[in-house]
């Protein structure tokens, strides 16, 4: 690789970064900028919340990105993915891909399985929980977040929404107990997520020029209704509502 080709692909990973940070990590910017905005903060301030509850060897299934591995407690972070045609992984840092069906680690060798919005990607759930179970040790921890109220996406691989109830049912018959569950983005700040959602579609048909002037036309309703949503969020009107846009759970293994 020559030396202009290096330093182009150090600036797009280095721009893959940025846009990647601002996704699951929005700042300032992404109120303008991330039409996912409201669910996204609320699923990075989940796992700041509970980041003192992972630990010893971390197994991240469906990593991309591993977004949140500066955040959780750990002493060895592994990130696993698959290939399929809706998310090609490009710039990604992914440590080992694997076939989807057996996970490349010994039974009982993690401490913590983080799982996020990945779930809803799973065609045969059973199974992905069992090997999820089986390479948890007895006494680990799961962390999953999956959502309930959320467009379709990486087609065709999108499967299903879980209600609180059917995703405790779910994972405490495969898993075990509940630790923790959370609702994250309820009531009004689940309209504004739902209002940004629509937008978002004005922009995302069409040719590159005209999405592209929408885009920017849009932007000061995206904010608007980012920052309605976060008032109610930070007011704590979100809580225990039965209109939310994600799940975030907590399971413990049992015993074998």
């Known amino acids: 690789m020559s030396g202009e080709e290096m330093g182009t692909h150090s600036l797009r990973v280095m721009l893959s970064n940025i846009i990647s940070r601002q996704k699951f990590q929005p700042g300032f910017w992404a109120l303008f900028t991330n039409h996912n905005y409201l669910p996204r903060y609320a699923l990075l301030q989940f796992v700041k919340q509970i980041a003192d509850q992972s630990g010893g060897l971390i197994i991240d299934v469906g990593c991309g990105s591993k977004p949140y591995q500066a955040i959780l407690q750990h002493d060895k972070y592994v990130g696993v993915d698959i290939y399929n045609s809706a998310h090609p992984h490009e710039n990604e840092d992914i440590d080992l891909i694997y076939d989807g069906a057996a996970l490349p680690f010994a039974n009982n060798a993690a401490q913590t399985i983080v799982c996020f919005e990945v ?125 939310f846009f994600g799940n975030a759970i907590i399971v413990e293994k049992r015993g074998d």
């Open 119 to 243: 779930l809803e990607h799973v065609a045969d759930v059973d199974a992905f929980l069992a090997e999820l179970r089986r390479v948890l040790e007895p006494g680990g921890r799961l962390i999953l977040t999956t959502p309930f109220m959320w467009p379709e996406h990486e087609q065709p691989y999108d499967f299903r929404r879980l209600t609180s109830f059917g995703l405790r049912q779910v994972l405490e018959t495969a898993i075990g107990p509940t630790v923790t569950y959370t609702k994250l983005v309820g009531g009004w700040a689940a309209w504004s997520a739902l209002f940004n959602g629509l937008l978002a579609r004005w922009w995302q048909r069409g040719p590159l020029p005209v999405r592209a002037v929408v885009w920017l036309a849009l932007r000061p309703l995206i904010f608007l209704a980012n920052i309605a949503g976060l008032a109610a969020h930070r007011l704590g009107r979100t809580r225990d509502h039965e209109l």
